[in-house]
């Protein structure tokens, strides 16, 4: 499936949901590449909140992860400086698709992350 397509079927919530892992919310690039951040921010955000309600776990949402992971990949492609595939820029930046061992963890306590209010505002990082 290329990126319209899986734009697409997530914002139409058709992707299946067995498919949808933490590789795929680092999709937020698309996002970033079609709109400017805040709209990205506010489009993604809204359709993983509709996503997870479709899909019947509609308190997985947490905004200060998504938020975050967005912060980042904004970051990451201002800092390449150069117009970038979702293969080279997956490529270049692993490090955002591990779950197991995230780079969040540098910036969050973890009983932050997984804290209700986490879930429901963005909430800046808590470690030095």
Same mark, same amino acid.
């Given at each position: 499936? *290329? $990126?319209?397509?899986?734009?697409?079927?997530?914002?139409?919530?058709?992707?299946?949901?067995?498919?949808?892992?933490?590789?795929?919310?680092?999709?937020?690039?698309?996002?970033?590449?079609?709109?400017?951040?805040?709209?990205?921010?506010?489009?993604?955000?809204? !359709?993983?909140? =509709?996503?997870?309600?479709?899909?019947?776990?509609?308190? %997985?949402? *947490?905004?200060? @992860?998504?938020?975050?992971?967005?912060? %980042? /990949?904004?970051? =990451? /492609?201002?800092?390449? *400086?150069?117009?970038?595939?979702?293969?080279?820029?997956?490529?270049? !930046?692993? $490090?955002?698709?591990?779950?197991?061992? *995230? @780079?969040?963890?540098?910036?969050?306590?973890?009983?932050?992350?997984?804290?209700?209010?986490?879930?429901?505002?963005? %909430?800046?990082? $808590?470690?030095?």
């Amino acid at each position: 499936m *290329n $990126d319209f397509e899986w734009m697409e079927a997530f914002e139409r919530c058709t992707l299946p949901n067995g498919t949808f892992h933490h590789a795929e919310h680092v999709m937020a690039f698309l996002y970033l590449q079609k709109y400017a951040p805040l709209e990205a921010l506010g489009r993604f955000a809204a !359709n993983l909140t =509709r996503f997870a309600t479709a899909h019947g776990k509609p308190n %997985l949402y *947490n905004e200060t @992860i998504t938020w975050a992971f967005l912060l %980042l /990949i904004r970051e =990451r /492609i201002a800092r390449a *400086n150069s117009e970038q595939s979702w293969a080279e820029f997956s490529a270049s !930046n692993a $490090d955002l698709l591990r779950w197991d061992d *995230n @780079i969040l963890k540098k910036y969050y306590h973890p009983e932050t992350l997984t804290s209700e209010l986490a879930k429901k505002v963005f %909430l800046f990082p $808590d470690k030095l």
